[in-house]
């Protein structure tokens, strides 16, 4: 049992990227070329972001973009200070933007589809109020939407680095995550997106379940019409990630508690008799990875029970070794002291942690709406 465990879990961090890396290099699709310019409709969700709302509106004003085929819709979910009358101040200077707002707290889902259902866009633009968006943005991802299996397209999300310990592990980890996103859009088995920033075919969007996150249930739903989704290198936005251990582990919480439940919801996305690569690659990037804290605690526990008896001695040792590196990274972090290899200890440990915590939510059915 200890070695199967231990071979899932290598699997799972090492074996599945290496798999991915060889497909690539062997299976990677041609991409689509040429300029692709359809309406667009630009949807951000808001819910009290009067500090960054403005630079938000700058950035969609500044895209590089035809005027006559675009619009910008901000969506507010029940926002309480001056998001709105912000907004309405750049709407009386640009008729391209409109607000909408929600009279009661819907969730970030809820007013997406209230965007949507109010849009005029061929091509749906989804992206964040803390997004920073570059001018070619779209241009880049719309001309993705030439090749016609194409149906949604993320952007790559840059995340600021600071100099703190738990910025420094969330970036090692997101360029961990990108690897694989990319490895597996350029083979064409990618069912997941980026919720900063991603743009998908209006015909394609069904309404979100308030309980799930946009960046999971719509790229499912996308590859169950038998629509390719894609990650494009080339189309970067910009996003700070948390600087704080409880601001990481709420968003690791809360992105695998919604995620577990959308990716279940779609069970015929599961089945490899029907979609085999995207079947494996759902498993192997995200399924066996929000579980990984269970398999690490049960090896654990089971090796501890080993050692009485002298077997697999050397193994507790490494992972005593491992998980005092990372009680040492969280002291040094609380200390605000530089945490350099034991911060990526620490910050692999809180990862999972959030995993943990956010399947236990899932277990006690506990639905996250709003956040």
């Excluded at 630079?55 to 998001?83: F, H, M, Q, W």
């Excluded at 969730?107 to 570059?134: C, H, I, M, W, Y």
């Excluded at 799930?212 to 936005?237: F, H, M, Q, S, T």
């Excluded at 009680?327 to 995993?355: D, E, K, T, Y």
Aim: with cysteine; glycine share 8%.
């Amino acid at each position: 049992m200890l070695s199967i465990l231990a071979f899932v879990l290598a699997y799972t961090w090492v074996g599945y990227p290496a798999l991915l890396w060889i497909a690539c290099r062997l299976f990677r699709r041609a991409g689509a070329t040429g300029e692709y310019l359809p309406f667009v409709s630009v949807i951000v969700p808001v819910h009290n972001e009067q500090s960054g709302i403005a630079a938000k509106l700058e950035d969609c004003l500044a895209l590089n973009y035809p005027r006559d085929r675009l619009e910008i819709i901000v969506a507010s979910d029940g926002s309480t200070d001056a998001t709105e009358a912000i907004v309405r101040q750049y709407a009386d200077r640009d008729p391209r933007i409109r607000l909408l707002k929600s009279e009661c707290r819907a969730g970030k889902s809820g007013v997406q589809n209230l965007g949507v259902r109010e849009s005029r866009g061929d091509l749906l633009f989804l992206t964040d109020a803390n997004t920073r968006t570059p001018a070619n943005v779209l241009r880049l991802l719309s001309s993705n939407f030439s090749d016609p299996p194409v149906g949604l397209v993320s952007a790559t999300v840059n995340f600021a680095t600071g100099s703190d310990a738990v910025s420094q592990g969330q970036s090692l980890y997101w360029r961990y995550e990108y690897f694989l996103r990319q490895a597996e859009s350029d083979i064409g088995i990618l069912a997941t997106g980026g919720g900063a920033a991603m743009m998908i075919r209006r015909e394609l969007y069904a309404p979100i379940p308030p309980r799930y996150g946009d960046d999971c249930i719509l790229p499912l739903d996308v590859r169950l019409k038998g629509y390719l989704v894609l990650n494009d290198p080339r189309a970067e936005v910009f996003d700070h990630p948390p600087h704080s251990v409880a601001g990481e582990l709420r968003g690791r919480i809360r992105m695998t508690a919604r995620n577990w439940t959308g990716t279940l919801s779609r069970p015929a996305l599961l089945n490899p008799l029907r979609f085999p690569f995207t079947a494996l690659g759902l498993i192997s990037h995200k399924l066996l990875r929000w579980l990984t804290p269970f398999f690490l605690l049960t090896i654990l526990a089971l090796n501890t029970a080993l050692i009485f008896r002298g077997v697999a001695v050397g193994l507790w040792t490494l992972q005593f070794a491992f998980y005092f590196a990372a009680f040492i990274g969280w002291r040094r972090i609380r200390r605000q002291r530089p945490a350099g290899i034991f911060g990526h200890a620490f910050s692999f440990c809180l990862a999972n942690a959030g995993f943990l915590l956010g399947m236990a939510k899932v277990v006690r059915n506990q639905k996250i709406v709003t956040y």
